[in-house]
């Protein structure tokens, strides 16, 4: 991960490296940097460990200010070396080039062997420095930067998001890319690179996306892109569709809380023009959609972290409701464990960021060990390696999500999986006009019902009080609660740091209970389905071991309150589809609470990032 922004212009530089790094650090914040190149071609540089306001903190204190036309920054979430200021980026070699860099060099220790040999000294214990002391050696024997940084490369394996700058060439930066995302922003008073769009949507709405192996030279008023045979290349010119006030926090406190409460738009949205009055849109999924659907015999979903919760709720919807067999895996394990996969599989990745490193390669090796096979990804980045590598793309409309912990997009991937599983169902059959209708209806009522378990906050805050001092909790749902029990597990292991752990309530009585105290509370999910007796009695054999419970449940569940046992209602007459949508609302709101009693940092809590592109 790490975030990446650079720009060559008129102007000073250093405020607009300031605000791309704060938009950027939702991509890792245990330290940030910044270099300009200064009139007299010597390069400027701070550094700070912590959050990026630590780097504005120390920029301020400074006598003299930091200026320049041309720089780079970065906020680093760290893979080799601890954070501290010594390793936090850039990286400055002989004073001749200093970079940024996203990824992870793979092959590190046998160019910083090489290096050490050729007289190369290292202030770092990060795999990035090698990149600076292999093009400043290149630039020995090549006659510009862009052709040094060519040169450079072919000695890397791994992967990288680089953006370069040289006192000895002061009109340009080098962007290059493989494997981690980089974008190039074309503005009015000069030109930029970033690792996304939303940190330089204050100068420029007119971005190039640069694709796998693309190197290019950006000076104040021209471009060059070289893909990875060297070959000048053209690439388009997308316009943004993102607003700068997307990106603030507006009234709320913190941005997950902003994203919560989006949801009932966040939904709308995604529903807009992929559902008629009675109907799903196939098209919607692509034009090849509905080709590809038809011939499907089984579906394979690989993804990471809240987006894989996402898919294992749909595995159930596409097995009982679309009739069609489906296999989930985390997309870590699945890209190394050469898995079988069979011809007309429909291989699904769904990822928030479409970015994320382990997602994006199990989608490549899905593709080399069949090619018979169609790929669709569900994601809520539009230009992302995800979708330039997938047969078909489905959007979720959530907008820009800044908080670590994943709310809104979880729940517009899962609107997207029901539209998914309505869509195969009566592509293949199973599901009539009628069935269809009222799945339309169902999603055509979430926005509502939404609204309505936000309204469960006032009472979710005073339950929250009672984790203050837990150490761990236990999150029990039966079928697709099961997942929206480990999606409420991972929330509040993420931003309240209490050890959470998800069981299906019928696999209790083999093992889990037997750490069941008055100490360790029991949060269960109760819909009113088919399970719901079976799920009472296993709510029976917690109580009895003395757990402080708490027990989310549809208003017909009629979950009897006992001592030690709180029943909340969110909602009423769910259906398969809308329930588990609804039944995260409360949990998403519980672990916000959970976290702003413990005081931890909400939107970006310890050692995790939002987009993880490296391995
Ligand atoms: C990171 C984030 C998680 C997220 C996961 C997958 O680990 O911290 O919140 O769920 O990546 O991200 P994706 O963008 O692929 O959905």
Redesign the pocket.
């Known amino acids: 991960m790490c975030g990446i922004v650079g720009g060559v212009t008129n102007n000073d530089i250093t405020a607009l490296l300031l605000e791309g790094l704060n938009r950027l650090e939702y991509r890792g914040y245990d330290s940030s940097g910044l270099i300009v190149l200064s009139k007299n071609n010597t390069f400027d540089r701070a550094r700070s460990v912590g959050k990026v306001k630590n780097l504005e903190d120390n920029l301020k204190a400074r006598d003299q200010k930091i200026l320049g036309n041309i720089g780079i920054a970065h906020t680093r979430w760290a893979t080799h070396g601890e954070p501290s200021i010594s390793n936090a980026h850039p990286h400055i070699s002989m004073n001749s080039v200093s970079l940024v860099h996203n990824g992870i060099i793979e092959n590190y220790i046998d160019l910083k062997n090489d290096q050490l040999n050729k007289g190369y000294s290292f202030t770092s214990e990060t795999d990035t420095e090698v990149i600076a002391h292999a093009i400043d050696f290149a630039m020995k024997s090549c006659n510009t930067l862009i052709s040094s940084v060519q040169l450079a490369i072919k000695s890397f394996s791994g992967s990288y998001g680089l953006g370069i700058i040289s006192s000895k060439y002061p009109d340009q930066i080098i962007a290059a890319r493989k494997g981690s995302p980089l974008i190039i922003g074309i503005g009015k008073n000069g030109n930029y690179i970033a690792s996304d769009q939303m940190a330089l949507l204050s100068v420029t709405k007119e971005f190039i996306i640069l694709e796998e192996g693309d190197i290019a030279e950006i000076k104040i008023n021209k471009i060059t892109i070289y893909d990875l045979d060297g070959i000048l290349v053209n690439r388009p010119i997308t316009i943004s569709k993102l607003k700068e006030g997307q990106v603030d926090l507006g009234n709320y406190d913190h941005f997950m809380q902003k994203e919560i409460f989006e949801q009932p738009q966040a939904i709308r949205d995604t529903l807009e023009s992929r559902i008629t009055k009675d109907s799903v849109v196939i098209s919607a999924f692509g034009h090849k959609a509905e080709t590809i659907f038809k011939e499907a015999k089984q579906v394979q979903i690989v993804?990471?972290?809240?987006?894989?919760?996402a898919g294992l709720v749909a595995k159930y919807w596409l097995e009982d409701i679309a009739k069609i067999s489906c296999n989930i895996e985390v997309?870590s394990e699945y890209r190394y464990r050469h898995p079988m996969l069979l011809d007309h599989t429909l291989f699904i990745?769904?990822?928030?960021?479409?970015?994320?490193a382990?997602?994006v390669e199990a989608l490549k090796t899905a593709k080399i060990i069949n090619n018979n096979i169609s790929t669709l990804c569900i994601?809520?980045?539009a230009e992302s390696s995800l979708t330039r590598l997938s047969d078909l793309t489905f959007l979720t409309h959530a907008g820009p999500e800044i908080g670590?912990?994943?709310t809104k997009?979880?729940t517009t991937?899962l609107v997207s999986l029901a539209l998914l599983t309505c869509t195969i169902g009566k592509l293949k059959n199973i599901i009539n006009k009628k069935q269809e209708k009222k799945i339309i209806d169902g999603l055509k009522r979430l926005p509502g019902l939404v609204n309505e378990a936000l309204l469960q906050e006032v009472q979710i805050k005073d339950l929250a009080i009672r984790f203050k001092d837990t150490n761990s909790a236990l999150f029990l749902g039966r079928g697709t609660m099961h997942a929206i029990a480990m999606e409420g597990a991972?929330k509040l292991k993420?931003i309240s740091y209490i050890h959470a752990e998800a069981y299906p309530a019928g696999e209790l009585k083999h093992g889990p209970i037997a750490l069941i105290d008055r100490d360790m509370p029991v949060i269960a999910i109760a819909p009113n389905d088919e399970l719901l007796g079976k799920l009472k009695s296993n709510l029976q054999e917690v109580k009895s071991r003395g757990s402080q419970m708490i027990v989310f449940e549809d208003t017909n569940s009629k979950v009897e309150a006992m001592d030690a046992m709180e029943v909340i209602p969110v909602t009423s007459n769910l259906g398969r589809i809308t329930a588990p949508i609804i039944f995260t609302i409360p949990l998403q709101l519980l672990s916000y609470h959970v976290a702003l009693i413990k005081g931890t940092d909400v939107d970006k809590p310890r050692n995790?990032?939002?987009?993880?592109t490296v391995e």
Request: proline residues 0%; negative net charge; charged residues 10%.
């Open positions: 993804a990471c972290g809240t987006s894989f919760n997309a990745t769904l990822s928030q960021s479409g970015e994320t382990d997602t994601t809520n980045s670590v912990a994943s997009a979880f991937q991972l993420e995790l990032a939002k987009s993880v």
